[in-house]
C-alpha cells in the first residue's frame, strides 16, 4: 500500500509539472522524455518536451553525481544558486546547429545538443530505446539549422571535411582539436570526459 501511495504521488507531481509546460498558439508537443542534464558539477533531473518549435527542459530537482539531492537553501547565495539550477530551459530549433550520440558511465543513453549561440547541452535518458526515439523526432522534425551526427565518428569526421580544413590552414590547431575531441564524444559537461590535449 505504502508503495501504491508513493507511486500515486510521483505520478501527481509528474502530471502538475507537465501542467506548466507553457506552449505557444502554434506549438505542438511531439514527445516527451524524462531525462537528466548534465554539468560538471551537479545533475538536473527533469523532462526534455519536443514541441514542433522549441525544446523545453523542465527542471524538478538537482542531484550530486553520486545521486545526493542537494539542498542549498542555507543561505541567500545558496538559494540563488538553486534557482538558477531549477530554472526551466528553452531552445528554438531553428537555434539548434548539431546533434550527437554521447555515453554517460559507458552506457549509450546520451545525447547531446549544440546551439547556434556557442551553448551546449547534454542530456541522459533512461536507457538507449529512449534516447533513439527522442534523436529520430527531433530529426524528423528537420531543424534548419541542424547537422544530425548519429554515426560512426570516423565517418563524421571523414564527412565533415576538418582534416583539409587544417591542411589547408583554414582552421587553427585548437579548432582542429577542439572539433575532434567533439567528434570523439568528449564534452566539457561531463568531467569523466573533458577533452583532451597534446602536451
Not at 501542467?19 to 551537479?42: D, G, H, I, R
Not at 526534455?48 to 547565495?77: C, M, N, Q
Not at 545538443?113 to 530505446?129: G, K, L, R
Not at 527531433?138 to 544530425?148: E, L, T
Amino acid at each position: 500500500a505504502a508503495a501504491a501511495a508513493a507511486a500515486a504521488a510521483a505520478a501527481a507531481a509528474a502530471a502538475a509539472a507537465d501542467n506548466k509546460l507553457q506552449l505557444a498558439s502554434q506549438e505542438e508537443v511531439v514527445c516527451q522524455s524524462s531525462c537528466t542534464m548534465v554539468t560538471p558539477m551537479v545533475l538536473t533531473v527533469g523532462q526534455l518536451t519536443l514541441t514542433t518549435t522549441h525544446l523545453h527542459f523542465d527542471a524538478r530537482e538537482v542531484r550530486t553525481h553520486d545521486s545526493k539531492k542537494v539542498d542549498l537553501t542555507s543561505t541567500k547565495k545558496s538559494e540563488r544558486a538553486l534557482a538558477r539550477l531549477l530554472k526551466d530551459r528553452r531552445w528554438e530549433l531553428t537555434h539548434l546547429r548539431a546533434l550527437y550520440f554521447r555515453r554517460y558511465q559507458l552506457r549509450r543513453n546520451a545525447l547531446e545538443f549544440f546551439f547556434m549561440d556557442q551553448t551546449n547541452y547534454f542530456f541522459i535518458f533512461e536507457n538507449e530505446a529512449a534516447r533513439r526515439a527522442m534523436y529520430k523526432r527531433i530529426v524528423k522534425q528537420d531543424p534548419p539549422n541542424m547537422n544530425a551526427y548519429g554515426m560512426h565518428p570516423s565517418r563524421v569526421l571523414e564527412r565533415s571535411g576538418l582534416t583539409q580544413l587544417w591542411r589547408r590552414r583554414e582552421i587553427s590547431n585548437f579548432d582542429y582539436l577542439m572539433a575532434l575531441n567533439t567528434i570523439a564524444g568528449r564534452t566539457y559537461n561531463d568531467l569523466t570526459q573533458y577533452p583532451v590535449f597534446p602536451w
